[in-house]
């Protein structure tokens, strides 16, 4: 599921104290570029993976990502790095992107973040209403505290 502007969702604070951010994970961090904002991105590229962009299409470690959760229409012609075979992610860098790849401020821009940049990850949609989701496992409260956020900057 993709997040829009103004929705708001439950993140878990502490999943991440337990075990690393895995890929598809919807995550809320603080841009290197920004530290007074919150953001709301997917995990594309984990650490020590090398990530590549060309013609809009991600490339883990030579491998083509497959992205069921992307509309067609928001798969755009970006190339990324510029000129280069790609960049591996350092032993604590995670690439991000949002969803709506034509609009997103991500990785391709500010670069990978580091694992201390992330503060949560999305556990589940409360508004809209009509859009209440709930993002993969949801965590039992004995093993995760929760705050209730706003997103911003949407995925």
């Given at each position: 599921a993709?997040?829009?502007?103004?929705d708001?969702?439950?993140?878990n604070?502490?999943?991440?104290?337990?075990?690393?951010p895995?890929?598809?994970d919807?995550?809320?961090l603080?841009p290197?570029t920004n530290?007074s904002?919150d953001?709301i991105?997917?995990?594309?590229?984990?650490p020590g993976?090398r990530?590549?962009i060309?013609?809009?299409?991600v490339?883990?470690?030579?491998h083509k990502l497959?992205e069921?959760?992307?509309?067609e229409?928001?798969?755009n012609?970006t190339?990324?790095?510029?000129?280069?075979s790609?960049?591996v992610?350092g032993?604590?860098?995670?690439?991000?992107?949002g969803?709506?790849?034509?609009?997103?401020?991500?990785?391709?821009f500010?670069?990978p973040?580091?694992?201390d940049r992330?503060d949560?990850?999305a556990?589940f949609?409360?508004y809209?209403?009509g859009q209440?989701?709930?993002?993969k496992k949801m965590?039992?409260?004995?093993?995760?505290?929760?705050f209730?956020?706003y997103?911003p900057q949407?995925?």
């Amino acid at each position: 599921a993709t997040l829009d502007n103004n929705d708001y969702l439950i993140a878990n604070k502490i999943d991440y104290k337990l075990h690393p951010p895995q890929r598809g994970d919807i995550v809320i961090l603080r841009p290197p570029t920004n530290n007074s904002t919150d953001f709301i991105k997917r995990i594309i590229g984990l650490p020590g993976e090398r990530i590549l962009i060309r013609s809009g299409f991600v490339y883990i470690n030579g491998h083509k990502l497959d992205e069921p959760y992307l509309p067609e229409q928001w798969v755009n012609d970006t190339n990324w790095p510029d000129n280069s075979s790609g960049r591996v992610m350092g032993t604590e860098e995670y690439f991000v992107m949002g969803d709506n790849r034509n609009r997103s401020q991500d990785s391709r821009f500010f670069g990978p973040i580091t694992r201390d940049r992330i503060d949560g990850k999305a556990w589940f949609r409360i508004y809209p209403v009509g859009q209440f989701d709930i993002y993969k496992k949801m965590p039992t409260l004995e093993t995760g505290t929760v705050f209730a956020g706003y997103a911003p900057q949407a995925a």
